[in-house]
Nanobody, 115 residues
Framework: QVQLVESGGGSVQAGGSLRLSCAASRSIFSIQAMGWYRQAPGKQRDLVASISSGNPPNYADSVKGRFTISRDNVKNTVSLQMNRLKPEDTGVYYC?????????WGQGIQVTVSS
């Protein structure tokens, strides 16, 4: 069974930066999309950024210009560089990979931005 392992979360003051990374425990066949979702306390899980084969990255409006998603097709990893963080970016961030009709999710990693 494939596991997605996230790293890089933590606490930071507003205006700071964090970089999230996600690695699969083994190769995933035919990856079509990789991305990051965020779930704030009491809210639903929403897309933050995604990247799929042959398409430009897709970002939530709230993070455009501040976050950058990237993927390594050889290593099957996806990263999220988060700059100019705001308190409203606080939440649990989940790595997501879609491949061969299967959705894979990481266990989630906490990001806390203090004002």
């Amino acid at each position: 069974q494939v596991q997605l392992v996230e790293s890089g979360g933590g606490s930071v003051q507003a205006g700071g930066s964090l970089r999230l990374s996600c690695a699969a425990s083994r190769s995933i066949f035919s990856i079509q999309a990789m991305g990051w979702y965020r779930q704030a306390p009491g809210k639903q899980r929403d897309l933050v950024a995604s990247i799929s084969s042959g398409n430009p990255p897709n970002y939530a409006d709230s993070v455009k210009g501040r976050f950058t998603i990237s993927r390594d097709n050889v290593k099957n990893t996806v990263s999220l560089q988060m700059n100019r963080l705001k308190p409203e970016d606080t939440g649990v961030y989940y790595c997501h990979v879609y491949g061969a009709g299967i959705d894979y999710w990481g266990q989630g990693i906490q990001v806390t931005v203090s004002s």
